[in-house]
Nanobody
Framework: QVQLVESGGGLVQPGGSLRLSCAASGSIFSISVMGWYRQAPGKQRELVAAVTRGGNRNYADSVKGRFTISRDNPKNTVYLQMNSLEPEDTAVYYC???????????????WGQGTQVTVSS
């Protein structure tokens, strides 16, 4: 079984920083894409940042220049460094990975359970 465990969320003041981590475990063969999504109350879930196996990165316009996504392939871990946080960043952040297992060549998307990020003074 594949499991994604998130950590690093919490309460922070505007202008502060947080670093989210997401580690995958299980019979993983390969991870092609790692990403972070977020969902604020009353809003749809949106892509925040993603990084491919080749190292290409994509960011939502609202976080570009403030957030940085990175991955540690040997550890099956993805990070999201969040700087200059704003109240609008308040949401539940979900880790997502598109990966294949030892039993199947097909890739599936797996989700973390989510971690709350609250930006407030």
């Amino acid at each position: 079984q594949v499991q994604l465990v998130e950590s690093g969320g919490g309460l922070v003041q505007p202008g502060g920083s947080l670093r989210l981590s997401c580690a995958a475990s299980g019979s993983i063969f390969s991870i092609s894409v790692m990403g972070w999504y977020r969902q604020a109350p009353g809003k749809q879930r949106e892509l925040v940042a993603a990084v491919t196996r080749g190292g290409n990165r994509n960011y939502a316009d609202s976080v570009k220049g403030r957030f940085t996504i990175s991955r540690d392939n040997p550890k099956n871990t993805v990070y999201l460094q969040m700087n200059s946080l704003e109240p609008e960043d308040t949401a539940v952040y979900y880790c997502n990975m598109k990966l294949s297992t030892r039993r199947s060549e097909y890739e599936y998307s797996y989700w973390g359970q989510g971690t709350q990020v609250t930006v407030s003074s």
